[in-house]
Every structure is written in C-alpha cells, then in structure tokens.
C-alpha cells in the first residue's frame, strides 16, 4: 500500500517519522512506497490554539488531494497534536486517514496499561488525548499544561531540545508516575528529541513508534483498511 504523509509539522517529526518508518519496513523485508507532502506548522499552532478545526481541516484537505494525485492510498498526520481537527478532517479527506490516537487505546489495553500520563501539546494535555483513549485512563500534570506546552510548541518549532526543556520534561515523567500513571506515553512526536537516548526510572511509551507500527503493517500489506484490498 502506498503511504500518504502529511509531514512539516514539525520538521524533526517528519524526520523521525522517515526514519522509523523506512526500519521498521526493512524489519519486514518489505519495500516502502510513500509520498511526504509539506504543512506549516506555525499555521497549524495557530489554528490548534484558536480551536480552528474546521480551517486546518481544509488545509489538510488540500495536502491529502495531493497524496492522492501522488498515487497514495491512504493518509496520516505526522503530529499527535495535529489531530485536533480529525473528524473534521476524516469528513473531507479524499483518502482514509490513519488515526494516530486511535490504535494507542488497543496499545495500552494489550500491555495491561490502566493508567497513561501524557505530554504533548496544550490541547493534547487538556483534553486527554481528545477525549479518544476509552479503556484507558489519561492524567496531565493541571498546574503545568501551559508551561509545558509551550516548552512542547517551542521545541517543535525550533526542531532541537534545549537542555532546560529536556529536564523539565524528564522531571514531569516523573511526577506522572508519581500521581498513578504506569507509563509515560509521548503524545507529541517532537518529544523523541527529549527522550531519544535518555535513561528514565520509568516506562516511556512513544506515540509515534505505535503509529509507525500499523503504518507498516499496512504498507507491507500484513493488514488492511476497510475499502482497500
């Protein structure tokens, strides 16, 4: 199946997203068929923050034509964050579109994962992972939303980690697991570039390697959307 994503937001996301993707195909001796078309990520900020789902929608409306004009089958956001406006989105799409959110639920129930603490964006925090997790219980450090989501929407920006950032993320880990959670789960893609390569007392599950999983199955052909044989 040829894979449709829709990257630049931000650029390090779209990086990582390429990379993962392109191992784990080599992982199943399968040849990746993908097209990467560009979003603005300081539209996106703007939009996510005013709660412009039906705008950034079409948007991606018109980034998703072009997957298909490309030849791509289906279509996938490069950002947790960036699924605020995705049953908007699902409306319009000229392509089904491979929910990130979605396939973590299944993630967590099969690990025996209760509880989750999250980091990402603003909204992802507030609002719990869009409200979509239903067998699994999310918490967000309240009193550190703002602080922390901007040190997500800096870092996503600017495409590196400062060593500041870096601490205050590692240290929120922490006081998730400290009020119950049993996993730290990496709701904002940029995140790999606090958490890349770094040893924490507690479990880190990353949102994107979970994307990236059913992304391969479905361009190795092991699985299938409902519609496309």
Known sequence: MHIGLIGGIGPAATVVYYQRLCAAMAARGAVLDLTIVQADIHELIRNNLADKREEQAVVYARLIDRLKAAGADCAAITSLGGHFCFDETVARSSLPLVSAVEPLDDFFAAEGIGCVGLLGTRVVMRTRLYGQLRRTRAIALEDQIESLGQCYQDMAVAGVCSPADRAAFLKAG????????????????????????????????????????????????SRTLPGIG
């Open 174 to 221: 922490q006081q998730l697991v400290d009020q119950g959670a049993q996993a730290v789960v990496l709701a904002g893609t940029d995140l790999n570039l606090a958490f890349d390569g770094q040893e924490t007392p507690y479990r880190v599950i990353d949102a994107l390697d979970v994307h990236v999983a059913l992304l391969a199955d479905l361009a190795s052909g």
